[in-house]
């Protein structure tokens, strides 16, 4: 443990050493996060690792060996199985733990919430375990949330366009290496033969991504709708954060070969009237939300909002009930770690007032 300030909150980050975790540690930096003491933690294989925050250079700590009292928030982001087991002992020994994985999400006790979204649902945590969306969810929420409020969401059809660092480092490193392959060979053999390329065997992706769009994401659910996990998180997620139970959605996720940003065609219908004009009218206003005549994964890289253009009638609803827009976010930004980081000020604020 290192002591930043004199007053503040106590801060720990488990999965400090990974691909997020990073991310997290630069938000905390950028947002002047209100620290008092600060701890990194990881495995075991991590442990030992310098890290310097601020000036202050801080030893990563093995969570299996770490004296857990005295923290205030913890910040997750080490997978689903390491939350499961951590996530209760933080708990337990008087933190709030902030999730990023999906173990959490569906459980009835534990808040599922985007910052500009339902930050209201932290007004009680009786587990003491709050869960950050998926990345293609928190995409959406902000936008969806606003043209709700308005127009009463009823339906939602998106296919997403994920980014290889959705699939952690692996999938970064399997993109490299295969377009390295494709420009040694000779990439331009693409455009005539797909398999004129020797590819490497993929390694995490389950097809070759480099140049390519992979329409499958996560694992086969075992209930009968040849959905993905990935693809039912999104239906899932969306009606416990817009509190709307009986929410139609339906998704279909597609990995490409893009390093960093999230993309989703949207199409939604609504119970009232509504028209791109009206749409853009109420998006201009909304948190976390900026509009975009072209919004693409280059734009949205490194920065918070979700873009959100392309906004015109969905032809295939009748009357003025649907309309039809593509949405991208930075997913290790937005769609992981700012809003960790974001949920971290707002319980901060709401209990933990008197060490601000």
Same mark, same amino acid.
């Given at each position: 443990? &290192? ?35 600060? /701890? ?18 801080? &030893? ?44 959490? /999400? ?10 500009? &979204?339902? %930050? +209201? *649902?932290?007004?009680? @945590? %009786? ?56 420009? #040694? ?6 455009? =005539? ?7 490497? +065997? ?32 999104? /239906?899932? #997620? ?65 920065? *918070? ?20 827009? =593509? ?5 290790? /930004? ?11 000020? @707002? ?10």
């Amino acid at each position: 443990m &290192v002591q930043i300030n004199d007053k503040g909150v106590n801060v720990a980050v488990l999965g400090a050493t990974g691909q997020v975790g990073m991310v997290m540690r630069r938000i905390l930096d950028e947002r002047d996060f209100p620290v008092k003491d600060l /701890r990194f933690m990881a495995s075991a294989h991590s442990a030992g690792t310098v890290l310097n925050w601020r000036g202050h250079d801080i &030893v990563v700590e093995d969570v299996a060996k770490a004296n857990l009292s005295g923290i205030d928030i913890a910040i997750f982001s080490a997978g689903g199985g390491t939350s499961k087991v951590w996530a209760p002992k933080f708990a337990e020994a008087g933190a709030y733990v902030i999730d990023n994985s999906s173990q959490w /999400r569906m459980h009835d006790n534990v808040p599922l919430v985007v910052a500009e &979204v339902n %930050p +209201e *649902d932290l007004d009680d @945590v %009786p587990d003491r375990i709050i869960a950050n969306p998926n990345c293609t969810t928190m995409a959406c929420m902000p936008a969806m949330k606003a043209l709700s409020d308005a127009f009463g969401l009823k339906r939602l059809i998106v296919s997403s366009y994920q980014a290889v660092s959705g699939a952690g480092r692996a999938g970064v490193l399997q993109l490299m290496n295969e377009a390295k392959a494709a420009i #040694e060979q000779g990439a331009d053999k693409l455009v =005539f033969d797909g398999s004129a390329i020797d590819f490497p +065997e993929p390694t995490k992706v389950v097809r070759t991504i480099a140049f390519n769009a992979v329409p499958f994401i996560g694992s086969i659910v075992d209930d009968g709708s040849e959905e993905t996990d990935e693809e039912q998180k999104l /239906r899932n #997620e969306s009606r416990k954060i817009l509190h709307l139970p009986d929410l139609k959605a339906s998704c279909t996720c597609v990995r490409i070969g893009v390093f960093t940003s999230h993309g989703m065609s949207i199409n939604a219908e609504f119970e009232k009237d509504v028209t791109p004009d009206e749409a853009r009218e109420v998006l201009a206003k909304a948190p976390g939300v900026v509009l975009d005549d072209i919004p693409t994964p280059q734009l949205a890289a490194g920065k *918070d909002p979700s873009f959100v253009g392309r906004i015109r009638q969905d032809q295939a609803v009748d009357g003025k009930k649907g309309l039809s827009m =593509f949405i991208t976010n930075d997913n290790l /930004r937005k769609g992981a770690a700012l809003n960790a980081i974001e949920l971290a000020e @707002v319980v901060a604020k709401k209990h933990f007032a008197d060490q601000l």
